[in-house]
């Protein structure tokens, strides 16, 4: 069976991109393999993760070069859940992670909105079981 096993990500920088999902989301850098002529094949993942990675794109052109921070046009673009929300939150949180609201309640579970260093949304997200 199929399954996605990675999600690419512009980025304007491996290195400050790296630094911000492992220290700043707690993530884990799967690889970084060096391509040659400026290019990597960087991945990074949730700790415990379910095989789907980031893969940290560097922009090459001007086209994606504009994207960057800009991959889902404004709106929330990644949907990090968690089984703790208010650990998970108060960890970014002191990290200094950008959150672009309170958390709230909604039907579906606890969520709040936050940007990565590029401005993409993201949700962070405990799911209610229903």
Same mark, same amino acid.
């Given at each position: 069976? @199929? ?10 920088? *491996? ?5 911000? *999902? ?7 850098? &799967?690889?970084?393999? !060096?391509? /040659? #002529? ?8 949730? #700790? ?6 980031? $893969? &940290? @794109? #560097? ?14 046009? /404004?709106?929330?673009? $990644?949907? $990090?859940?968690?089984? !703790?929300?208010?650990? !998970?939150?108060?960890?970014? #949180?002191?990290? /200094?992670?950008?959150? &672009? ?6 039907? *579906? ?8 260093? *590029?401005?993409?949304?993201? !949700?962070? $997200? ?5």
């Amino acid at each position: 069976m @199929a399954h996605i096993a990675n999600v690419a990500l512009l980025v304007d920088n *491996y290195d400050d991109a790296i630094a911000f *999902y492992t220290t700043k989301l707690g993530f884990e850098l &799967l690889e970084d393999t !060096d391509l /040659g #002529k400026g290019k990597r094949w960087v991945q990074v993942a949730p #700790k415990q993760h379910n095989g789907t990675a980031l $893969l &940290l @794109a #560097k922009a090459a052109t001007e086209q994606q070069k504009q994207s960057v921070g800009m991959q889902a046009g /404004g709106r929330v673009w $990644l949907f $990090l859940q968690t089984d !703790d929300f208010w650990q !998970d939150y108060n960890a970014m #949180k002191a990290a /200094g992670v950008t959150f &672009l609201e309170a958390p709230r309640e909604e039907a *579906y579970g606890t969520v709040v909105v936050f940007t990565d260093l *590029y401005g993409n949304q993201w !949700d962070l $997200l405990q799911r209610t079981d229903n």
